[in-house]
């Protein structure tokens, strides 16, 4: 089992930035597939990025490809998701998550096990 812990996020304008991290614990070794979700009011969680800890390959999707940077700090177990250029349609509680890289798409929500908090991200002007 792995544990997420996340801490970040925030309010800020249209086209500022927010830096998300997820720090995991546990069996960290089994699940190296970790990846960033959010959820709005009234809509489903969706992928966002996700990054193999294993060899630092990274995924995203369109709506966010060219704005957001995932990375990882692979000596402290921690990911992080750098976000720029924010919108107000990018306001949601974002949360980190860990899986087995093998298995699934990595943007299936239900491949994942492990979960962080969440934290939120709002975009306002």
């Known amino acids: 089992q792995v544990h997420l812990a996340q801490s970040g996020g925030g309010s800020v304008q249209p086209g500022g930035s927010l830096r998300l991290s997820c720090v995991a614990s546990g069996d960290t070794a089994s699940s190296t597939a970790r990846a960033w979700f959010r959820q709005a009011p009234g809509k489903d969680r969706e992928a966002v990025a996700a990054?193999?800890?294993?060899?630092?390959?990274?995924y995203y999707r369109d709506f966010v490809k060219g704005r957001f940077t995932v990375s990882q700090d692979a000596a402290k177990n921690t990911v992080f998701l750098q976000m720029d250029n924010l919108r107000p349609e990018d306001t949601a509680m974002y949360y980190c998550a860990a899986a087995p890289a093998s298995g699934g798409s990595w943007f299936f929500t239900p491949k994942y096990h492990s979960w962080g908090q969440g934290t939120q991200v709002t975009v306002s002007s």
């Open positions: 990054i193999y800890t294993g060899g630092g390959s990274t």
